[in-house]
């Protein structure tokens, strides 16, 4: 039986000395005298994780009455632990999450404290030169985009039956892992994800990462699902494969992303939409800050192995649109397969298909019933029937403030 290394970074500890390895702390190593002590104690780590290095990296060194500072990824990025007075004041309002939050910074990237253990993981995931990457921040038509590319690079005649399936099960996320884990991963897992695991990986060790040990799995040319933002992506990522990136305008996807705050429980957000817009614009919610995600995404938009999309762009002229993803993924639909495409990622037509995420058990019920589901609205400038005055103009500020001279073309209305 092979060691359970998730569960090792949660209850396992070496005390040496002054020295103590734990989960979730870090250490000024600069003392006199510590170097030594560190020394020995990864010497001992080194032989014990020495095939999963990933991992090795994620665990953390505190000193006892030492001075706290940050924790490494594999990018080289630091991630700091959110201090107890915050999380007593996020708990007022959402999820803290059964091993805290962190953030990776210079951006600031807020995250659930298993991320970084699969940020490391990432690393050394292995995209194919087929493989397509849907990246956008949440809530910016993501769905939609994997739909459209699943349907397009496997269901342009409308006939595979493998359509049938959850579209979490055809086009898993990469950056879901981070979202359950050794609580959650019970109490609301979707067991449609949880089951394919079973089949594809057997004896594999559920809390190492569903979602990507499936995609790891899964033979063949893959439609990935990504939130995380470019710069915590492996650097050689569009030498490797393509990437769809998806803009929504920041008004209406912070609605959405209310919404969907509100109606799933591992968010389990409890505050009002204005007390949630400011949050995000303070960038206090999982996945913020959403600034320097898009401005990345947009930075990149003329490398041939990207395609930048707005969701404004898609809802306007889905037709056109579809048809430039064709050009780049050069899959040579005909006029009529672009039809069906067309047809069938319409919102109507995949509202009507049922929810994306069909395990009820992820969901607060009532409220995902009375907010309309899953598939919402879907439409543009949803934003005007909930902003207030004031709150428009605050966040006209937050986004002018913010998108500087990137040139980022918005559409607003």
């Given at each position: 039986m092979g060691v359970n290394y998730a569960r090792l970074a949660g209850f396992y500890s070496i005390v040496h000395g002054d020295v103590e390895l734990t989960q979730g702390q870090c250490c000024d190593v600069e003392e006199a005298g510590v170097?030594?002590?560190?020394?020995?104690?990864?010497s001992v780590l080194t032989v014990i994780l020495s095939h999963s290095p990933y991992f090795?990296?994620?665990?953390?060194?505190?000193?006892?009455?030492g001075r706290m500072s940050k924790q490494r990824l594999l990018t080289g990025h630091e991630v700091e632990p959110m201090s107890e007075e915050w999380l007593t004041k996020m708990a007022q309002e959402q999820s803290t999450y059964e091993h805290g939050v962190v953030r990776i910074l210079p951006d600031g990237w807020l995250y659930p404290g298993t991320t970084p253990r699969f940020l490391n993981r990432i690393q050394s995931f292995k995209f194919r030169p087929d493989d397509v990457l849907v990246m956008t921040f949440p809530k910016s038509g993501t769905t939609w985009m994997q739909e459209i590319l699943w349907t397009m690079l496997f269901n342009p005649n409308l006939d595979n039956p493998q359509a049938t399936q959850p579209l979490l099960v055809r086009s898993a996320d990469l950056s879901v892992d981070?979202?359950?884990?050794?609580?959650t991963i019970d109490e609301i897992r979707p067991e449609s994800m949880y089951e394919a695991f079973k089949k594809l990986c057997p004896g594999k060790d559920e809390e190492d990462g569903i979602a990507v040990q499936c995609l790891d799995a899964m033979p063949g040319q893959r439609v990935?699902?990504?939130?995380?933002?470019?710069?915590l992506m492996p650097p050689d990522l569009l030498d490797k494969t393509k990437v769809v990136y998806v803009a929504r305008n920041p008004k209406d996807m912070v609605v959405s992303f209310y919404h969907f705050y509100k109606v799933i429980k591992v968010f389990d957000y409890k505050g009002s939409l204005d007390s949630f817009i400011k949050l995000f614009m303070d960038n206090g919610v999982i996945y913020?800050?959403?600034?320097?995600?898009i401005k990345q995404g947009w930075q990149k938009r003329n490398h041939p192995n990207l395609h930048f999309v707005f969701y404004e762009d898609l809802k306007a002229d889905p037709q056109g649109e579809i048809q430039k993803i064709n050009q780049f993924?050069?899959?040579?639909?005909?006029?009529?397969?672009?039809?069906?495409?067309?047809?069938?990622?319409?919102f109507s037509s995949m509202k009507s298909r049922g929810d994306p995420l069909p395990d009820q058990g992820i969901y607060n019920k009532e409220l995902h019933q009375s907010s309309g589901g899953f598939y919402r609205k879907g439409v543009t400038g949803d934003w005007k029937n909930h902003f207030s005055q004031e709150l428009n103009h605050e966040m006209d500020k937050w986004i002018k403030d913010n998108i500087g001279d990137s040139g980022i073309p918005f559409k607003m209305d």
């Open positions: 170097r030594r002590k560190l020394d020995s104690v990864r090795l990296l994620s665990l953390v060194v505190s000193i006892k009455g981070m979202m359950f884990d050794t609580v990935i699902k990504c939130h995380y933002p470019f710069d913020s800050p959403y600034w320097p995600h993924l050069a899959t040579g639909l005909t006029e009529q397969q672009l039809k069906n495409v067309v047809q069938h990622t319409s």
